[in-house]
């Protein structure tokens, strides 16, 4: 039974959360919603569907690039660390289940202009970006949706569920490659290096 339970954790919590909500209990969310942040009539125009590396080095770049951006974004996530640690830094956060349409529906994602989810479908749990972009889009029909694709295949998968943009990290960093090989050959690869200690450096990452 221990092993049962140890297993599926994450389903057994989303699943007891909500009644036990109704019944009273407070989750980490309750301070946000006491103070109505997050909720209907209080959305940001970028919403952010999960939170995972990607997004914490989305949030680095505003940060580094354009810092007066970063309260127009909002945060979806399940995560008890990232929502402590975003709302430390001011950021808003809707604590909930990204899958779970009336999260959703809390975070005023309705009123949104740009929704992106860049958690890969590996890392999701019950869930896949094609089912977000399907649930996002019943809600909004007017957000730009940006999506990640595992897989080639899932791109236009992705398209025909409502997606306005589809990444694929794969072919990033093909391009990065070619990159770093050109500046190889042309004995430039020390000066590459030093620019990308440069961006690395310092950095404000929520997640290593």
Not at 26 to 43: E, I, K, N, W, Y
Not at 54 to 81: C, W
Not at 150 to 168: H, P
């Amino acid at each position: 039974l221990s092993t049962f339970a140890i297993m599926q954790s994450d389903p057994i919590t989303r699943a007891l959360i909500p009644p036990l909500k109704r019944l009273g209990f407070r989750d980490l969310d309750h301070q946000a919603h006491d103070d109505a942040d997050g909720g209907h009539g209080h959305p940001r125009r970028i919403v952010l569907l999960g939170f995972f590396r990607t997004a914490s080095s989305f949030l680095s770049e505003l940060h580094r690039k354009n810092p007066g951006m970063i309260e127009q974004v909002s945060v979806i996530d399940f995560n008890p660390q990232v929502y402590k640690t975003l709302t430390s830094k001011g950021i808003q956060v809707t604590y909930g289940d990204i899958s779970n349409p009336d999260t959703l529906a809390h975070s005023g994602i309705s009123h949104a202009e740009v929704v992106i989810s860049t958690v890969p479908d590996y890392l999701l749990k019950g869930t896949s970006n094609e089912k977000l972009v399907r649930k996002v889009r019943a809600q909004n029909a007017k957000a730009k949706i940006i999506a990640v694709a595992d897989v080639l295949t899932d791109v236009q998968t992705l398209y025909a569920a409502g997606a306005d943009y589809v990444l694929s990290s794969r072919l990033v960093e093909a391009r990065e490659l070619l990159s770093i090989i050109d500046a190889a050959e042309n004995g430039l690869l020390g000066d590459l290096r030093a620019a990308f200690d440069a961006r690395i450096d310092k950095r404000e990452e929520v997640l290593p």
